[in-house]
């Protein structure tokens, strides 16, 4: 989807309908905006439901101050227009009121930006901005005061959050990743220490494999590549919605009888994919004119160390993520279906996927089909597509489920007697 092809009222429409079906806003709480090229501010009404907008709701907003739409411009037009201001550069405002980044707001905290490498690469800087009454003139010059030294990210105290950004996409992508990260956080920090990565970690994860590779031109698409291809798409969705992984950072791929395989690609939109957006990779080549996933190269080196595995899914469950970022151990021996699915979760040291791949693949067998790898992401791995996203439902569920149980009381482990049942009950093997 090329958002540079929708109208400005229907991409507020879009993106509002996003932030408030994932709870990321209430009905009557934040406002998006889009400066065209005219000048003109396209923008949220006041006092109508963000969960049934249409085009038709939109105000558009002269560059003379004459409003055009059958409603009145979000009351907080003013920081809108102050933010255009102060950063010609920008054309989209996205602001709401995410629990997560609330809870920040309300103690007057920043969240940490270096839990995960991805994070600080999307939200590379975010400022307070000083508390003003909604909607007044001087709620904007703090706002605008955030963003005049390039920053484009603003926690509001007390308030919420503003973000700016050159589409309304990269401002979702910001808003979504940050109130991500928060979350994250506070996970965190109910179970155990959290560890977070010094600046130079982010170079290890620079690799430039995707873009490198030899392309071929696919002479024709069988029916097992078509049908994995309408497979993949339809758990891609279901992950998304899920929150297993954000709008760009989450990759899948399924390997086909002749040992090629198809991928996520890097930098679309998760929610919007389609069947002819994946990238197959055969024999070290991708797909002329695609460009596959930055995870491209680990998931060939899985293959390649391990015939049985025909799935493999890596993403950033947020409760998994949050053992991921701290000294907390993740057990599975809670119910047997965790134990069954699981097994022995490893974990590897934060970086080992991108600079030791070789040794990363090799860390998969029977009785280790998933591994957490720390700062970074977990991967869980099937002998079929479905059996692989169930590993990562049950995965992020699990840790769930012991993060609930902290304020409840201290968790009864299944047994290694009853584990040894579990495994001559269900032939599973070490």
């Not at 390997?255 to 069947?275: K, V």
Request: a negative charge; hydrophobic letters at 40%.
């Amino acid at each position: 989807m090329n958002i540079n092809y929708i109208h400005p009222a229907d991409q507020l429409v879009m993106f509002m309908q996003r932030i408030y079906d994932k709870g990321m806003t209430t009905t009557s709480g934040g406002n998006l905006s889009i400066m065209d090229d005219d000048g003109n501010i396209w923008i949220t009404p006041a006092s109508v439901d963000k969960g049934t907008l249409t085009r038709h709701d939109i105000i558009c907003v002269k560059p003379d101050g004459t409003c055009v739409g059958s409603h009145k411009p979000s009351s907080e037009l003013p920081f809108h227009a102050a933010v255009y201001r102060m950063r010609p550069d920008l054309r989209a405002v996205l602001h709401a009121h995410p629990p997560a980044l609330v809870s920040f707001s309300i103690v007057r905290q920043l969240p940490d930006l270096d839990l995960l490498p991805s994070v600080r690469k999307v939200c590379p800087e975010l400022r307070i901005a000083v508390y003003a009454v909604p909607g007044s003139d001087k709620l904007g010059e703090n706002i605008a005061a955030c963003f005049a030294d390039n920053c484009d990210i603003a926690l509001l105290e007390n308030h919420g959050v503003c973000i700016g950004a050159k589409t309304m996409f990269e401002a979702f992508q910001k808003f979504e990743t940050l109130e991500y990260t928060a979350n994250l956080e506070i996970l965190a920090k109910r179970i155990g220490k959290v560890h977070r990565l010094p600046a130079e970690a982010l170079r290890v994860t620079e690799t430039t494999t995707h873009l490198k590779m030899d392309d071929f031109i696919p002479n024709s698409h069988s029916s097992e590549e078509l049908a994995a291809r309408r497979d993949m798409i339809t758990l891609i969705r279901r992950s998304y919605r899920q929150g297993l992984f954000t709008a760009t950072h989450g990759t899948y791929s399924v390997r086909l009888s002749d040992g090629s395989f198809l991928i996520t690609p890097f930098g679309m939109d998760r929610a919007y994919l389609e069947e002819d957006n994946l990238v197959r990779v055969k024999a070290g080549m991708k797909e002329l004119g695609k460009i596959p996933s930055r995870a491209v190269g680990l998931h060939q080196k899985i293959y390649e160390a391990n015939p049985e595995i025909r799935a493999i899914l890596l993403a950033h469950p947020v409760h998994a993520m949050a053992f991921a970022v701290t000294d907390t151990k993740f057990d599975p021996r809670t119910i047997p279906e965790s134990y069954i699915l699981l097994r022995d979760v490893k974990r590897l040291p934060y970086g080992e996927i991108y600079t030791q791949q070789e040794k990363t693949a090799k860390e998969f067998t029977e009785a280790c089909p998933a591994v957490m790898v720390d700062n970074d992401c977990v991967i869980v791995t099937g002998e079929s597509l479905l059996k692989a996203f169930d590993r990562l439902e049950v995965l992020e569920s699990t840790a769930h489920s012991i993060i609930n149980s902290s304020a409840i009381g201290s968790i009864v482990h299944i047994t290694q007697e009853e584990v040894e049942d579990l495994k001559v009950a269900f032939n599973l093997k070490d």
